[in-house]
């Protein structure tokens, strides 16, 4: 099971830190990766961490969003700062196996619940 949290409702410009708690799967030997949806649009693949730790961003979050892991708390986080109204969505967790790291949602199997960040400028 992946629970995410963390949304929320901020101003442009402010930060945000979603979690992703994993039971069942130990994240550190996945690749956890986080995808957004806004209202309207496909989902979309944001950021991933890999078992080996390699990473990988969408262009429009590099320098940006960060993507990290606790391996105590079984956890997979997304630090967002600098948020913009663009940004906002639901985000999604989700985990897959393998060597590397895909960006389409088909590739993964397994998905939590989303939680809605909402942006406004």
């Known amino acids: 099971q992946l629970q995410a949290s963390g949304g929320g409702s901020v101003q442009a410009g402010d930060s945000l830190r979603l979690s992703c708690a994993a039971s069942?799967?130990?994240?550190?030997?996945?690749?956890m990766g986080w995808f957004r949806q806004a209202p309207g649009k496909e989902r979309e693949f944001v950021a991933a961490?890999?078992?080996?730790?390699?990473?990988h961003y969408t262009d429009s979050v590099k320098g940006r969003f960060t993507i990290s892991r606790d391996n105590v708390k079984n956890t997979v986080y997304l630090q967002m700062n600098s948020l913009k109204p663009e940004d906002t969505a639901v985000y999604y967790c989700a985990t897959t196996r393998g060597w590397e790291i895909p960006v389409t949602t088909t590739a993964y199997d397994y998905w939590g619940q989303g939680t809605l960040v909402t942006v406004s400028s």
């Open positions: 961490l890999s078992w080996n730790s390699n990473t």
């Open positions: 069942g799967r130990t994240v550190s030997s996945y690749i």
